[in-house]
């Protein structure tokens, strides 16, 4: 039986033919990750390479699977809850989010105008902390230390935030069905508006100790430029569409959650520098929708309505009625959404979840040909995805 | 092709941008660190933290409710006895399973179990992070009458 | 010259040795005396500078970064290399399967030897130089390629792809800054007219403005420049960033190192500073004046002519500062691309160091 370095062939195998050493340039395969320092989690490319320059980038994934969609058809309704925290560990109110959407409407639970404008407060919070992990890790990728760990400290702060409220510092279980679990404490808006003031003062920072300095615009301008077209093609959300010049908010298209009360921009690429849909453009879209959020934010807890922030029915014990909706929200790295189905039993019958990650990291392959191992680096930087949730 | 100028303006971006960058980094190394040196100064956790369970063993009835509600079923009860008369003698939290969602605290009808502030909990095998709360021999709990060193937010809902 | 006065060390040692044995061969005491010399040169010179340096660095990253840094163990952290040092002995010195063993092995010494070989020709004060080549940055430059020798035998042997692409990566970069390097080193040699390193630092005798890079006000027209394209060339000979490709963290693992543990990883890893703080010693020494200070009291009938720990304490201060600058600039700044490293070298350091060569060559020649 044949043999190739000592592994055993299946029948009907052969090795490839061995051709003359001199007439062939020869490829490199490598296996970066799932240990690699920069694969954001246990992400594993297979990279066939010509030296620097890669030929084939192909994501394996499923390290982390956890079978979430059927742990959720085998739990009740509040059971379920803290599961979804798990998938984006970064962006876990936001998942929350994704889940409670669509049995509500399915159910046709009329949510509490507090609860409301709360869970949008915590999306948003939710979503500074994220895109400030996302863009000091794209710094820390690109070889920046240091305004990563700038980064980490506002970022540390608002945990502390979140955890004044909801308990936790990552996981936060704070939405449940038909409300959320726990109204502000004494001083906390205060408090919360005090860490906006300090991210926005510490933005002009980060922009010009990393986004703007001479190296990494050269490092990331035009580099593994995710266009319009591909971006549609393979159905990426998020941040990455917005900055190829899509103006696709859902929390503008389709607002959810009171989203329509609030006055604030989408920003869409491309700014000032690069093209749109580049590493650069990606990143600066990161850092102008966190600003944006903390407007969010600042118009929330000014205008945040009194009242109950749980709806009185939806008990521990509430079962949705038949039915079934699907409804999407965006959460930081794109678009979360789920299709539920009930039939009225104590579990939910189905229970799928979009996560945009999964649909991000699809994206890889294609854009990756023809760059060099540092600018696939900046690609797998920019696009930002969370292992937990495309494995799920 | 790079025109001259180009060129040159290149070569004083790079250099802007790093003095730049120098002159935020730098004033840094005179100021105060932000970290905390963590065993000797504790971080301040607020009291609504989902730490490990503060079980309060003489209240309990045993109802299961907690066991019941939890999604990784890690909490196992044993008692002696029914009703009003029933005697714990288990209450085992499986900290290797435990989510901390809070969740056990909410059915629990007297109140006897929430969440508390320690979120560090080491052993070296498996067996030290199960603890059970109902070992009257080295309790892990506040008995009544002792006052508890922080003060508690009721994860209970009504 | 002051340094034929100075008998060397290693000679006064093998005549103590042959007056106590008596008959041997003297030569033999000449070898025994310079390995004493050598090894205390190493245990003297190679500790502080590794482990200050590290320390150094390690302390400056985090208080820049808001952090504190090591402070655990001892007074301030300072013992925190030293342990970590131990750490790295004690630990095993792991040799992958497929390894190409007698290269692997031998590519750390490399690296270690051409690290320290280079404070050979390093002027410290007046008298104070373990030899004074009179091709001294000849030999300084041909040391830093000497290094890149054990790094490409050590990303080969490994048996590791990452590793094969940091040596690439490495060889790559060599080629393209040892031009400017060696380009704008020949400034300073063409206004003292030596290749000695030593004798170059003699002839910035006097204050300021006798020093290379202000020399006669006019002349740092050609010298800052030079300064410049010397000082960045010297931080990618030094690996450090914005140009540490080969051991590119984020993108190569560990680069060349990766397949490395224990002692054998300490000795690329020491030797970093090494380099850095010969590096910084050399500009000084073609640029800042060597071991002179600014108000002229080490010059010619100055009140320190010639004292040889006044211009150790110069000399050190410039190197320091130099060294400082150097942490300063790999805490704040991004990696460069392989490309861009190559653009940097070629099309901008090359160019502005051959001009100065050619204008200073005139300046000489009027």
Redesign the interface.
């Known amino acids: 039986m044949e043999t190739i370095q000592g592994v055993k062939l299946n029948e009907g195998e052969r090795a490839a033919p061995v051709l003359p050493r001199d007439i062939q340039s020869d490829e490199l395969v490598f296996n970066m990750g799932p240990q690699h320092p920069s694969t954001h989690g246990v992400l594993r490319l297979m990279l066939r390479t010509d030296g620097e320059v890669v030929l084939e980038a192909q994501p394996l994934i499923g390290n982390l699977h956890r079978c979430c969609e059927k742990i959720l058809e085998n739990l009740t309704y509040v059971q379920g809850l803290p599961y979804v925290d798990r998938m984006d560990y970064l962006g876990a109110i936001n998942m929350e989010m994704g889940l409670v959407l669509p049995v509500e409407k399915a159910a046709g639970v009329e949510v509490p105008k507090r609860a409301q404008y709360l869970r949008v407060v915590m999306c948003e919070l939710n979503r500074v902390i994220s895109h400030l992990f996302a863009a000091g890790q794209f710094g820390l990728d690109m070889g920046a230390f240091t305004p990563f760990l700038y980064m980490f400290r506002e970022r540390e702060e608002g945990i502390n935030v979140l955890n004044e409220i909801t308990g936790g510092r990552l996981l936060y279980h704070y939405i449940r069905y038909g409300g959320v679990t726990r109204d502000v404490p004494k001083g906390w808006i205060e408090r919360c508006l005090k860490w906006c003031d300090r991210v926005d003062e510490h933005m002009d920072e980060y922009n010009s100790l990393l986004t703007y300095n001479h190296i990494f615009l050269n490092r990331t301008c035009g580099v593994a430029v995710l266009d319009k077209e591909t971006c549609l093609d393979y159905g990426v959300t998020g941040p990455i569409l917005r900055a190829a010049g899509v103006p696709r908010d859902l929390r503008k298209d389709m607002p959810y959650s009171c989203y329509e009360d609030f006055d604030f921009d989408v920003p869409v690429g491309p700014f000032e520098k690069g093209v749109a849909g580049d590493s650069w453009n990606r990143h600066r879209q990161r850092l102008r929708e966190a600003e944006e959020s903390i407007k969010i934010i600042r118009q929330a807890l000014k205008n945040l309505p009194e009242g109950e922030t749980q709806h009185p029915k939806v008990t521990r014990a509430w079962k949705a009625p038949a039915g079934e909706a699907y409804v999407a929200s965006e959460a930081p790295r794109g678009e979360i959404s789920a299709y539920f189905v009930s039939d009225g039993g104590k579990f939910p019958y189905r229970m799928r979840m979009r996560g945009p990650s999964f649909y991000n990291i699809a994206v890889l392959e294609t854009c990756s040909r023809g760059l060099l191992i540092g600018d696939l680096i900046a690609l797998m930087g920019s696009v930002d995805i969370t292992l937990g949730e495309v494995d799920r | 092709m790079l025109s001259f100028r180009q060129w040159a303006g290149n070569v004083w971006n790079g250099l802007k941008t790093t003095f730049t960058g120098l002159s935020i980094t730098v004033p840094y190394i005179f100021r105060k660190p932000y970290t905390l040196q963590y065993p000797e100064e504790v971080p301040e956790i607020p009291t609504t933290e989902r730490g490990l369970h503060n079980f309060e063993v003489d209240l309990c009835i045993a109802c299961d409710q907690c066991a019941k509600i939890c999604p990784v079923d890690c909490i196992a009860i044993e008692a002696e006895g029914k009703g009003k008369f029933a005697r714990m003698t288990k209450f085992e939290i499986d900290y290797t399973k435990c989510l901390f969602c809070a969740l056990c605290c909410e059915p629990c009808p007297t109140e006897c179990i929430h969440m508390g502030p320690t979120f560090d909990l080491v052993g070296y095998t498996r067996e030290e992070v199960i603890i059970n709360y109902a070992d009257r021999e080295n309790p892990r709990t506040f008995s009544d009458g002792e006052k508890l060193p922080y003060e508690i937010v009721s994860f209970a809902r009504k | 010259m002051i340094l034929a006065e100075v008998v060397p060390l290693s000679a006064k040692l093998a005549v103590l040795m042959a007056d106590f044995v008596g008959a041997s061969p003297i030569w033999i005491f000449h070898a025994i005396g310079s390995l004493i010399v050598a090894v205390g040169v190493l245990a003297l010179v190679v500790t502080p500078v590794g482990l200050g340096g590290v320390y150094l660095e390690r302390k400056?990253?985090?208080?820049?970064?808001?952090?504190?840094g090591p402070?655990r163990v001892g007074p301030y952290g300072l013992l925190q290399t030293l342990a970590d040092g131990v750490k790295l002995l004690a630990k095993e010195d792991i040799a992958q399967e497929g390894a190409d063993l007698p290269l692997f092995r031998m590519a750390p010494y490399i690296v270690f030897l051409a690290a320290f070989a280079g404070f050979v020709v390093l002027p410290f004060a007046p008298g104070v130089i373990a030899a004074d080549l009179d091709v001294g940055i000849f030999y300084f430059l041909a040391l830093i390629g000497l290094e890149t020798i054990g790094i490409v035998m050590a990303g080969w042997s490994s048996n590791n792809?990452?590793s094969?692409?940091g040596s690439?990566?490495e060889v790559a970069q060599v080629v393209s800054y040892e031009l400017p390097l060696g380009i704008s080193a020949m400034v300073p040699v063409i206004a003292a007219g030596t290749m000695s390193v030593y004798g170059i630092t003699e002839a910035q005798s006097g204050h300021i403005f006798n020093w290379f890079l202000l020399k006669d006000g006019y002349w740092a027209i050609v010298m800052i420049p030079s300064f410049l394209v010397f000082y960045v060339s010297s931080l990618a000979a030094a690996k450090r960033?914005?140009f540490?490709l080969p051991e590119?963290?984020?993108?190569?693992?560990a680069g060349f190192h990766t397949e490395y543990s224990g002692m054998r990883f300490g000795m690329f890893f020491l030797p970093e500073y090494a380099v850095m703080l010969s590096l910084s010693g050399i500009t000084t020494a073609l640029f800042l004046g060597g071991w002179h200070d600014p108000f002229g009291m080490s010059g010619e009938g100055g009140t320190f002519h010639n004292v040889w720990w006044w211009g150790l304490i110069w000399f050190f201060l410039k190197a320091t500062i130099l060294f400082l600058s150097q942490i300063?600039?790999r805490?704040?700044?991004?990696?460069?691309?392989?490309?861009?490293v190559m653009y940097l070298c070629y099309?901008?350091l090359l160019p502005i160091s051959m001009v100065c060569l050619v204008v200073a060559a005139a300046m000489r020649l009027i």
């Open positions: 400056l990253a985090g208080r820049m970064q808001n952090r504190s402070n792809k990452w094969l692409l690439m990566r960033a914005p540490d590119a963290e984020s993108e190569l693992v300063l600039l805490w704040t700044l991004p990696r460069l691309r392989v490309d861009q099309k901008v």
